[in-house]
């Protein structure tokens, strides 16, 4: 009986090993690709994983940096030829990227509310609400000097989009690559057999010795 419960005990303590090495190996691969491979002697793999990190980290930063750069250029060049404050939030730069100046944004507006509640709706105190609420007037008003500027502009604006959505694509790769390696060192582990016999040996004492092995 007493050999039996040891038995039970080499076989419980196996996994809870087990489920050690398999929780180390996994946050180790979560926070840094391809440690848990090289904890676990796949160095090829291991290798490849952590470089892969690397490269995608240096580009994450450097497209952030990137962003700060061409968000700071396009706001002072703003400022420099359209007149445009540096303060202003990004639906506004939006906007100064449409149109050449708010003159033209608000003749549209006016042309467009106009059909809208004085041809149809015959409503013209809404048209008037309207356009208090939806035209640039005052402090927000805007004029590119050239179009050549305007175009310059809308290319420091464009860049600025392209480099965000390569700097989102960097960071969901950066978390694909933590996944793939999570994954990889479990199914590792489940392909390794875990081979054990039970057997008796005699020490040099009168008594039985019970020995379990255990072979990855």
């Given at each position: 009986m007493k050999r039996l419960l040891?038995?039970?005990l080499l076989i419980s303590l196996t996994a809870v090993l087990s489920a050690r090495d398999r929780l180390l190996y996994s946050v180790s691969s979560a926070i840094l690709p391809g440690s848990g491979e090289l904890q676990m002697g796949q160095t090829q793999r291991g290798v490849a994983l952590l470089a892969s990190d690397i490269v995608l980290w240096s580009f994450f930063?450097?497209?952030a940096g990137d962003i700060k750069e061409l968000q700071r250029t396009y706001k002072q060049y703003a400022y420099q030829y359209a007149g445009v404050p540096l303060d202003r939030d990004n639906s506004y730069y939006q906007v100064i990227q449409n149109y050449v100046s708010s003159d033209d944004f608000n003749q549209l507006q006016e042309l467009l509310a106009r059909n809208y509640f004085?041809?149809?709706l015959n409503d013209p105190q809404a048209f008037q609400d309207y356009m208090n609420n939806n035209t640039?007037?005052?402090?927000f008003v805007w004029q590119?000097?050239?179009?050549?500027n305007w175009h310059h502009?809308?290319?420091i604006r464009r860049k600025h989009k392209i480099t965000k959505m390569d700097n989102q694509i960097f960071l969901g790769l950066l978390i694909l690559n933590r996944l793939v390696s999570v994954?990889?060192?479990n199914l590792t582990l489940n392909r390794r057999k875990v081979q054990g016999s039970l057997y008796f040996s005699a020490p040099a004492?009168?008594?039985l010795m019970l020995n379990y092995r255990i072979e990855y």
């Open positions: 040891l038995f039970l930063i450097q497209t004085i041809l149809i640039y007037t005052g402090e590119w000097e050239n179009t050549q502009y809308r290319t994954i990889d060192v004492s009168d008594r």
